[in-house]
């Protein structure tokens, strides 16, 4: 069994920061790559950024330059840190992970059960 375990979300005012974190637990093998994803009233689920084991990470658009992806392989565990953060990005942020499990010896994708993160005034 694998599990993602977010942490970090809240209420924040525009120009704010807030960093989320996820840790995987469970039989896992390996850790192909961890992401984040948001989904706001509304709207469909959205990529917000991703980082390979190696470090590489991408970005959707709305959020380069203000949110940085990274990855302590050691712990299992992504962070999100957001930086001059915007109404716009008000959402649930979900967890997202492409894991080898120790029992199955194939890769599943993984979700978080998600953090509520609220920019407002």
């Known amino acids: 069994q694998v599990q993602l375990v977010e942490s970090g979300g809240g209420l924040v005012q525009p120009g704010g920061s807030l960093r989320l974190s996820c840790a995987a637990s469970?039989?896992?093998?390996?850790?192909?790559?961890m992401g984040w994803y948001r989904q706001a009233p509304g709207k469909q689920r959205e990529f917000v950024a991703i980082?390979?084991?190696?470090?590489?990470?991408n970005y959707a658009d709305s959020v380069k330059g203000r949110f940085t992806i990274s990855r302590d392989n050691a712990k299992n565990t992504v962070y999100l840190q957001m930086d001059n953060l915007k109404p716009e990005d008000t959402a649930v942020y979900y967890c997202n992970a492409l894991i080898v499990a120790s029992t199955t010896k194939k890769v599943s994708q993984y979700w978080g059960q998600g953090t509520q993160v609220t920019v407002s005034s």
């Open positions: 980082i390979l084991g190696s470090g590489s990470a």
């Open positions: 469970g039989s896992i093998l390996t850790i192909n790559l």
